[in-house]
């Protein structure tokens, strides 16, 4: 018979709440389409205390699961629909390949869309 050894736990590993939120922020930033993070808002930012926070993203560690809520300013032109499920898998698949921590929800809050001088024309 072929018996693996037991593998001993050489310590334990320990990940900040502020790597995760990182991780999804710039994940975002990248998504085309995105011009930038919007601020949270303030009704809703004292309903998350105890959650980290950073520019536009809140990530809530409760029950085991994690889940982000991403507030974002869009480009003009592009559908909002698509580009809001192109950042959900994104943050959801970076998360898993850096971290390998499984995401459970993450909710895209479009605050507004961006239209500079030349756009409005």
């Not at 993070?37 to 699961?65: E, K, W, Y």
């Not at 459970?104 to 756009?119: A, C, G, M, P, R």
């Amino acid at each position: 018979m072929n018996e693996e050894p037991e593998k001993a736990s050489i310590g334990r590993i320990e990940i900040a709440p502020e790597v995760l939120t990182t991780i999804a922020l710039y994940t975002t930033l990248s998504v085309e389409g995105v011009n930038q993070m919007a601020q949270v808002p303030a009704d809703v930012s004292h309903l998350f205390r105890r959650s980290a926070r950073q520019n536009g993203v809140i990530l809530d560690f409760s029950n085991g699961s994690i889940s982000f809520d991403i507030y974002v300013l869009m480009e003009p032109r592009v559908n909002v629909l698509d580009t809001s499920r192109s950042i959900q898998a994104a943050v959801v698949e970076a998360i898993d390949k850096m971290v390998g921590i499984p995401v459970e929800i993450v909710n895209v809050h479009v605050e507004d869309v961006v239209y500079s001088l030349d756009d409005a024309a």
